[in-house]
Nanobody, 124 residues
Framework: QVEVVESGGGLVQAGKSLRLSCVGSPHTFSAYATGWFRQTPGKEREFLAAINWSGSRTTYADSVKGRFIISRNATKYTVYLQMNDLKPEDTAVYYC?????????????????WGQGTQVTVSS
């Protein structure tokens, strides 16, 4: 069974940091890469970052490169998205996704497995 569950969203002031977590089932964690996306009303989901199943490779969208960091803890079956220097335009629902690293890297294309999303609101 493939499943991912996000947590860690909330309200934060601009310039601050927030860390999101994505917990997967053992099967999910070992068989799939993990990607983070976000979505605002009326817009498509935007690819942010991904990490491969072993944790040896990462890829980022230009919009967050240098501010966001993706990492994983294999013992906890968890992938993190550390978000630094947050801006009001980072306000969105953030989603975790299980898919293929090459798809994330080459085109930001998600896999078919999504979490329920977690709201991040950045106040100015």
């Amino acid at each position: 069974q493939v499943e991912v569950v996000e947590s860690g969203g909330g309200l934060v002031q601009a310039g601050k940091s927030l860390r999101l977590s994505c917990v997967g089932s053992p099967h999910t964690f070992s068989a799939y890469a993990t990607g983070w996306f976000r979505q605002t009303p009326g817009k498509e989901r935007e690819f942010l970052a991904a990490i491969n199943w072993s944790g040896s490779r990462t890829t980022y969208a230009d919009s967050v490169k240098g501010r966001f960091i993706i990492s994983r803890n294999a013992t906890k079956y968890t992938v993190y998205l550390q978000m630094n220097d947050l801006k009001p335009e980072d306000t969105a629902v953030y989603y975790c996704n299980a898919g293929q690293f090459s798809s994330y890297r080459d085109s930001g294309t998600p896999g078919e497995y999504w979490g329920q999303g977690t709201q991040v609101t950045v106040s100015s």
